[in-house]
């Protein structure tokens, strides 16, 4: 099969390599046979910007095949799954993905809804559920509530406010460009505001004196604004650092109206949890009969032009969910 490789941990436009290997007999991060999907389109994220320069917490030897999201075919499937060969999926595979063919987890993979193409399959079991898990397990949204989202025009950032939105809360986009802010207000955003101007005071203004969550997927210099941003008891919820710098915070800013900083590590606390995986897939299902749930697509890339999908993630010039088109179905 093809497959891109990361060869040499020198970044995205040295480190990548097209090559041929053999279709994988088990998954390359669970080291466990599971469903194999032909693969029709992956998903490109940050954490593969990461792996590029060897600095992301799954780094295999050199040289592996990184992509956690997958949409395609059922070739197999293990004894007791649900799923049956022909049957049209979106998986999150963990490792691997960015290949023709594909080994992922049986619980980590769902029918794709008949609405998607096989794109925005590959563009939705990562961000949906990690936005479902920040948001409502780990942030406690409930209808009604006023969430800040930042990194708004990203494909994490967009599942938030699309998420935040068909529960009944009211999204407050943060962008940094007009691209951006149209498809912050095309996935729904209830109001829209530029992370160069004042939108701490926006925030406070428009939510009637302070937010009740941000979902912070960026990090960096903003952050000490983001727990001003908060009403009374409100929480910050970290979801990635995609700005490229950790936040630091004096810890006594806690005190002032008693607010709360969560984080909200989905891979790490759901991969090893089948029961709360299925769960939140449920979950989602009933929140898309609510509200449109779509991963718009920002940039479909050929598997050898996957270096630059992945530099135009490390600039922050993506817009949407990016994928690579690995089959003719895409």
């Known amino acids: 099969m093809r497959a891109i490789e990361i060869f040499q941990t020198t970044g995205p436009a040295e480190g990548l390599r097209l090559a041929d290997r053999p279709d994988p007999e088990v998954n390359p991060y669970t080291g466990e046979p599971g469903v194999v999907i032909e693969v029709e389109a992956a998903g490109v994220a940050f954490p593969e910007v990461l792996q590029s320069w060897g600095k992301y917490q799954v780094q295999p030897d050199l040289p592996f095949v990184p992509g956690s999201e997958v949409s395609g075919t059922v070739r197999s499937a293990p004894a007791g799954s649900r799923l049956e060969p022909g049957q049209k999926v979106m998986s999150f595979c963990i490792l691997g993905g960015w290949a023709e063919v594909a080994m992922a987890p049986d619980y980590m993979t769902f029918p794709l809804p008949d609405v998607f193409d096989f794109a925005e ?8 559920h990690t936005a479902w898990f920040g948001l409502v397990q780990r942030g406690r949204m409930v209808a009604g509530d006023w969430v800040l989202v930042h990194g708004a025009g990203g494909g994490l950032g967009i599942a938030a406010v699309q998420v935040a939105e068909a529960a009944g809360a009211h999204a407050i986009a943060v962008v940094s460009s007009d691209e951006k802010e149209a498809a912050a207000r095309a996935a729904g955003a209830s109001h829209v505001v530029r992370s160069d101007g004042a939108w701490k005071d926006e925030a406070k203004e428009l939510s009637g004196g302070g937010v009740d969550i941000v979902f912070d997927t960026v990090g960096g210099d903003r952050f000490t604004d983001s727990l001003r941003s908060l009403r009374e008891e409100g ?3 970290v979801a990635g650092f995609a700005g490229g710098e950790i936040p ?3 810890v006594h800013r806690l005190l002032h109206n008693n607010v709360e900083i969560i984080g909200a590590g989905w891979g790490a606390y759901m991969v090893p949890k089948p029961d709360a995986v299925r769960a939140a897939g449920a979950a989602l299902e009933v929140l898309r009969e609510s509200g449109p749930l779509t991963p718009p697509i920002g940039g479909r890339f050929a598997m050898e032009d996957a270096g630059k999908a992945l530099e135009l993630i490390e ?6 969910k990016l994928v690579l088109e690995v089959g003719n179905g895409s």
């Not at 399959?121 to 949906?128: D, E, I, P």
């Open 121 to 128: 399959g590959a563009g939705f079991v990562t961000n949906y």
């Open 235 to 237: 929480r910050v919820v």
């Open 248 to 250: 630091t915070v004096k």
């Open 315 to 320: 600039g922050r010039g993506a817009v949407g």
